[in-house]
């Protein structure tokens, strides 16, 4: 696998052959394509790989009950951030080809649902503990979580806002703070609320001469 991606960074994957790939490791076609039996199937390979460890990094993540739920889905997405920082070119072409972002197929969609389910685990656990509102299903919790950054790196990966200057951490870091807001307990952001309220009603203007209070 390492030999094929050294590859595709360099010649890119319509210009690798297989015959490249087993002249560089000097075996056989017949030897490659036992393992592999297509360029694709690397592919598919490396989209495995990806969601592999996504899964390894949640599952980690859900022995750690000394921190809080929300601070550890914050650690899970700098994990991945960072992999895909760290070559983005060839993670959005493993990304196009396999299409596991958007047309999950066969081992990939089981793959992306043992993810879901661990994502499912961490966000169950978080309602136990009082830090995620209880009102939605923990799996639909996860599907939303998803679904944005799923969003967010395709956009990142595929260039679609051009400036590409911003790491994809920093973009998953502002948008997972904004949907774990919005996943607080209700009773927090009550409390925010009137937080907000009573600093506002002390910065209240005084009555002008003659008004009355209040009106």
Request: charged share 30%.
């Amino acid at each position: 696998l390492n030999t094929a991606a050294a590859l595709f960074r360099k010649r890119g994957y319509e210009d690798t052959r297989v015959r490249d790939i087993v002249e560089r490791l000097r075996i056989s076609e017949v030897t490659f394509f036992n393992y592999f039996p297509t360029k694709d199937a690397l592919i598919m390979a490396f989209a495995l790989e990806m969601l592999e460890f996504s899964i390894a990094s949640v599952k980690r993540e859900l022995e750690r009950h000394d921190r809080s739920v929300p601070d550890r889905i914050r650690s899970v997405m700098r994990q991945w951030a960072t992999s895909w920082d760290s070559d983005p070119e060839f993670h959005a072409l493993v990304a196009k080809q396999s299409r596991f972002m958007t047309d999950v197929k066969g081992v990939l969609r089981e793959k992306s649902l043992q993810l879901y389910k661990q994502y499912e685990r961490i966000f169950a656990e978080g309602q136990k503990r009082g830090e995620i509102r209880a009102d939605k299903k923990p799996l639909h919790l996860a599907e939303m979580m998803e679904g944005m950054l799923i969003l967010i790196a395709g956009n990142w990966l595929s260039g679609w806002w051009k400036d590409r200057s911003e790491s994809l951490q920093k973009r998953f870091t502002n948008a997972v703070n904004v949907f774990l807001d919005g996943c607080a307990p209700q009773r927090n952001v009550t409390a925010a609320r009137a937080a907000r309220g009573s600093h506002a009603i002390g910065r209240r203007p005084k009555a002008r001469r003659g008004q009355v209070p209040g009106r």
